[in-house]
C-alpha cells in the first residue's frame, strides 16, 4: 500500500521487522568468482554454506522510489579470500547507492567501467555515499555478521554479468590475520578489450 510505513531493526540479528523478499546466496551460485578455485570446489565438495543473506522490502522499479533493505554478509572465507557479495553495476549506470552499516566489520570494494577503484572500511555507525557508476561489491573481514542498510533508486536494476565476466580489480585476502587489498591477477577491463576490438 502507497501509505508511509516504519520498519525495526532487531538488534544484533537486524532482521527487519517487515520484509517482501528473502534473498539467500550461497557458495554454489558463486561460481567464478573466488581467485583460488581449488579451496572453492574443495568447499563446495564439503557442503554449500550460505554466505548472504538480503532483507528486501518491495518497492515498484521506477524513478522516484527508493530500494531498500538489510544485506547480511557472514562471516568466512573461501581459501584466504572473505565471504563477499557477488557485486554488480547498475543496469542504469547513472544511479548512485548510500549504505549504513549496522554492525560488524568489513569493506567495500568499488571501481568504474574506466577502471578506476576505490576501496572503504565498514564499522557500526559508518555511512557510504556510492556515486553513479561504481560497482559495489561487499566483504566481512570480521568474524561477525556484517550488517548493512542499503537505499538506491527505484530504476537503478543490477547488471551482474560485467562482474562475472570481468571480475573486480581488487580482491580483500586474509594475510596473517589482517585483510589485505591486493590486485585481482585473473581481472580483465572489458572495456579497453571493446575498445581495442572497435
Ligand atoms: O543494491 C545493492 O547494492 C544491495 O542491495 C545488494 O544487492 C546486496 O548487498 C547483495 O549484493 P549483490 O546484489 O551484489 O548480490
Ligand atoms: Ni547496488
Known amino acids: 500500500m502507497n501509505i508511509p510505513y516504519t520498519f525495526d531493526l532487531a538488534p544484533s540479528t537486524w532482521i527487519p521487522s517487515r520484509y517482501d523478499n528473502h534473498i539467500i546466496r550461497k557458495l554454489s551460485s558463486m561460481k567464478g568468482q573466488y581467485y583460488d578455485t581449488q579451496a572453492f570446489d574443495r568447499l563446495l565438495a564439503q557442503s554449500d554454506p550460505l554466505l548472504y543473506e538480503v532483507y528486501e522490502l518491495s518497492r515498484p522499479s521506477v524513478a522516484g522510489e527508493l530500494l531498500h533493505g538489510i544485506s547480511i554478509i557472514h562471516p568466512g572465507k573461501v581459501g584466504n579470500e572473505y565471504y563477499m557479495t557477488k557485486g554488480h553495476f547498475h543496469a542504469v ?7 549504513y552499516c549496522l554492525g560488524g566489520n568489513g569493506m567495500m570494494v568499488m571501481e568504474t567501467p574506466e577502471g578506476d577503484w576505490a576501496v572503504e572500511g565498514f564499522t557500526a555507525g559508518k555511512t557510504l555515499y556510492i556515486p553513479p557508476r561504481w560497482a559495489h561489491r561487499s566483504v566481512n573481514v570480521g568474524d561477525l555478521d556484517l550488517a548493512l542498510l542499503f537505499i538506491y533508486p527505484g530504476h537503478a ?4 554479468g560485467t562482474i562475472e565476466r570481468q571480475g573486480f580489480r581488487k580482491l580483500v585476502l586474509d594475510e596473517g590475520g589482517e585483510a589485505r587489498v591486493v590486485d585481482n591477477p585473473r581481472w580483465v577491463h572489458l572495456e579497453q578489450i571493446k575498445s581495442l576490438l572497435l
Open 157 to 160: 536494476g543490477h547488471d551482474y
Open 93 to 99: 549506470l547513472d544511479t548512485a547507492e548510500l549504505y
